[in-house]
């Protein structure tokens, strides 16, 4: 018998088919390479200090939601999950704002039903603050602080 050759397949030779496909590899390695950060997405110190304040005013709204659940029990009980929220919300801020620890003195809630138009008031306050500061902010800060605006008003309008 004698050796028999393989057919050449028509169309593609090796060396095509080779730098085919090392082409189509550094195609997908560039497409899979991280872009360079965006210069929007850098901090100033200017935005810094506002993302702090931020975590301040969250932290007295969290302090508020207590003081007014101490002030009127019944009111504490009616806003548990609320006050919740406005904690975990505090938490997102200070993970946004690395190194802002923030903690508020308890305001002073008046007593009685006057409470619960107190707390409203705080809650309003909160809002309107990281709504303000959410414009100074770019990309994910100011989506955050446009979140929690938003649901603050969510929450003032569950109160009213």
Excluded: N, Y
Aim: glycine share 8%.
């Amino acid at each position: 018998m004698s050796p028999t050759s393989i057919p050449s397949s028509p169309g593609f030779s090796r060396r095509t088919l080779f730098a085919a496909s090392a082409a189509g590899l550094a195609v997908l390695v560039a497409g899979c390479s991280s872009p360079p950060a965006d210069p929007r997405e850098q901090v100033t110190s200017k935005q810094a200090d506002q993302l702090a304040a931020q975590v301040a005013v969250q932290a007295t709204l969290v302090a508020a939601f207590a003081a007014a659940g101490s002030a009127d029990p019944a009111l504490g009980a009616e806003v548990t999950e609320l006050a919740s929220q406005a904690d975990a919300q505090l938490t997102r801020l200070k993970a946004a704002s690395p190194g802002s620890s923030a903690s508020a003195p308890a305001p002073a809630p008046p007593a009685g039903p006057d409470a619960r138009g107190w707390l409203r008031t705080q809650i309003t306050a909160a809002a309107d603050s990281h709504a303000t500061a959410a414009v100074d902010q770019s990309g994910a800060r100011a989506a955050l602080l446009g979140s929690i605006a938003a649901g603050l008003r969510g929450q003032d309008g569950r109160l009213a």
